[in-house]
């Protein structure tokens, strides 16, 4: 990425085209970590009357586009799940190329998601799992975010720097839902952890069973419109929301 790193704000999305770059993770001090660590203390993501606010995070490299289209086809399932919560915004962030990782601006209409979407293409790269979990970090503490969703199936990073980062969203009560497509034995390992260390959940689905995706997806839903009550409530009657709820600190 070259050039000043563009963030969106708001609730409307930006073009795919010129979607707003993930800015470089960079190296903190001493003085930055403190700081870190008393925000993380006075945060409340849980506030009353806050907006149920999920960055929807999908992994957009080559191989990804049967997922990806499968994606763009469920998301409405977050918007109707949690209708009845409270209102829902989600983040999409993806990556995708050569050190390409974008994130669109607030969205509260499935409508408008969809078409979004519908514009990104997948391209070939390895995965930046790293930006996705700063960009994660730094969205919640600029303006809160109840829950992270991340789909992939490949990681490709060096995962103790991933779990430094997954702990700093643990300490920040913002938990991760891990959706992994397929039986890779290395992104198991590390996104089992990334989940565990987020207070949050890793649960796999089978290559193209939108089904299976669309029941995990309605209960992480849930938990960022409701909290653990309105994921609790869904768990008896959903094979999703049972899998999350029963892996949760």
């Known amino acids: 990425m070259s050039g000043e790193p563009i963030k969106p704000r708001g609730g409307d999305a930006v073009p795919a085209q010129a979607g707003g770059a993930v800015p470089q993770a960079g190296t903190s001090t001493a003085d930055d970590i403190a700081a ?16 149920g606010r999920l960055i929807f995070a999908l992994d957009a490299t080559m191989s990804r586009q049967p997922t990806w289209d499968m994606a763009c086809a469920l998301q409405a399932d977050m918007f109707r799940e949690t209708a009845a919560l409270g209102s829902l915004d989600i983040r999409l962030v993806y990556y995708r190329g050569l050190n390409e990782c974008r994130a669109t601006g607030w969205i509260s209409d499935s409508t408008r998601l ?7 293409d997948c391209r070939g790269g390895d995965t930046q799992i790293g930006k996705v979990l700063t960009e994660a970090r730094r969205e919640a503490i600029a303006s809160g975010v109840r829950a992270v969703v991340f789909v992939g199936d490949a990681m490709e990073e060096n995962v103790d720097e991933l779990c430094a980062r997954a702990g700093e969203l643990g300490m920040l009560k913002v938990p991760v839902f891990v959706f992994q497509e397929g039986h890779d034995a290395v992104a198991e390992q590390a996104f089992r952890e990334i989940a565990r260390l987020t207070g949050g959940a890793w649960c796999r689905f089978d290559p193209g069973a939108a089904a299976q995706l669309r029941e995990l997806l309605r209960a992480a839903a849930a938990y960022a419109a409701g909290g653990r009550a309105a994921l609790l409530r869904l768990a008896t009657s959903a094979s999703g929301a049972a899998k999350l709820i029963s892996q949760m600190k």
């Not at 870190?36 to 907006?51: D, I, M, N, T």
């Not at 969809?114 to 990104?120: Q, Y």
């Open 114 to 120: 969809a078409a979004l979407m519908s514009k990104i």
């Open 36 to 51: 870190f660590v008393a925000k993380a203390r006075a945060l409340s993501p849980h506030a009353p009357g806050a907006k």
